[in-house]
């Protein structure tokens, strides 16, 4: 009997830890008990009526489906302690005590594995709740009642049902292409994963740089991936004293929000801005986009008004190319007086194909097709394979 009882109170100890405890600051997810729906900041606006005892927020929704927030930064909480049971919630750039007007949240361990979150404003206590009790997917926060008040609290990780990861939404010569604001520090933990700036515009041409270690939070960037799904594309988030990236070109926006007279949202202003895409030639670049709003949690490239509708992007090394071969480009020949004849060269001649050193590694430059890829010199121009 006593070892039964045993089991199952390990059995027990085990079912109510399996969404893990509030363990100190840190970045969590909160998952509705009842519902399973998931919080998503998409706004910074709210407002708490203590005459009517309401609370506004709708700058928070929920949402069912572990697939969405594992790639949406919305869903990504910064739980702070403040002082006793009181804790702020950040994410995107705002916290539940800028939301509400100066509130802190007020947050108590059930003992079973959930939480209650609530407020406290001149003796009236206000409990956060997923208040839509349909079976639908989205959902929506408010003041309520029973086990749609209670929350789980859930560390962000590497675990598959845990973590957070890049879903990319650009495929372009067998790689996959996105880009994210997020108001949180990361780190990639794939070597596939590659992070990007822009670090500036020249010739009407993004020079992209790679970056690694962290990118510190609200760093707008350029994700390069093995594939488009975010379990093969998993981040470390987590907290760091690394500096913003002073030169970086690109913006972004945390909001595109208009629910529930939360207008908060940037215009796409197309003669000055532009988005990652596909260019019309197939190559990825930056493109003027067909949408009305700035889409959230996302990176994008203001430019001045005369530039073009598509940019490409090159490296600072494929930009020192391009530079060269548009130097050494022959000027347009002037007519010579009479009598006087130019002489010919032999512009046909091939000179073969050299590394970037000067060692010479074929007499046809066609071999180029079975070269590994880097810099080479072709007839006299550096060329990028």
């Known amino acids: 009997m006593k070892r039964l009882l045993l089991s199952f109170l390990t059995i027990l100890f085990i079912a109510n830890n399996l969404f893990a405890q509030l363990a100190g600051d840190g970045y969590y997810r909160v998952q509705n008990f009842k519902t399973g729906r998931y919080v998503y900041v998409i706004d910074n606006k709210g407002s708490v009526n203590v005459n009517t005892t309401s609370v506004d927020m709708n700058a928070i929704i929920l949402w069912k489906n572990f697939e969405k927030a594992a790639s949406d930064p919305a869903s990504v909480i910064y739980i ?12 995107q750039n705002t916290s539940t005590f800028d939301i509400t007007g100066g509130y802190h949240v007020k947050i108590r361990d059930n003992k079973d594995g959930t939480y209650f979150a609530s407020g406290t404003a001149h003796g009236v ?13 989205y959902g929506f926060m408010n003041d309520g009642t029973g086990d749609y008040r209670k929350w789980h609290i ?20 067998g790689k996959y292409y996105t880009t994210m604001y997020a108001n949180f520090p990361f780190s990639t933990t794939c070597v596939d994963t590659k992070v990007y700036t822009i ?3 020249r010739d009407n041409i993004a020079i992209i740089r790679e970056e690694s270690g962290d990118i510190a939070a609200g ?11 975010p379990i093969d594309n998993k981040l470390d988030i987590h907290e760091s004293s690394v500096k913003p990236i ?3 070109c690109l913006n972004g926006t945390y909001y595109c929000n208009s629910e529930y007279n939360h207008v908060n949202r940037i215009a796409n202003d197309k003669s000055t801005m532009r988005v990652l895409g596909l260019m019309s030639n197939g190559e990825l670049g930056f493109i003027t986009a067909d949408c009305e709003y700035m889409p959230a949690n996302k990176a994008y490239l203001v430019v001045s008004a005369d530039t073009p509708q598509e940019i490409p992007i090159m490296t600072e090394e494929e930009y020192q190319v391009y530079l060269d071969n548009k130097q050494n480009e022959e000027p347009k020949e002037e007519p010579l007086p009479n009598g006087i004849q130019r002489i010919e060269s032999d512009n046909n001649k091939s000179y073969g194909i050299y590394t970037i050193l000067g060692v010479k590694i074929s007499d046809n430059p066609n071999d180029i097709d079975n070269l590994p890829k880097g810099l080479y010199i072709i007839n006299g121009r550096k060329y990028i394979k």
């Open 154 to 173: 859930i560390p962000i990780n590497q675990d598959d049902d845990k973590y957070f990861g890049v879903k990319a939404d650009i495929s372009n010569n």
């Open 219 to 229: 760093t707008p960037i350029i994700f390069e991936c093995k594939s488009n799904k």
């Open 199 to 201: 670090c500036g515009v």
């Open 80 to 91: 702070k302690h403040v002082n006793g049971a009181e804790y702020d919630l950040h994410a």
């Open 125 to 137: 206590i206000v409990y956060l709740s997923d208040v839509s009790k349909s079976s639908t997917q």
């Open 246 to 248: 002073s030169d970086n």
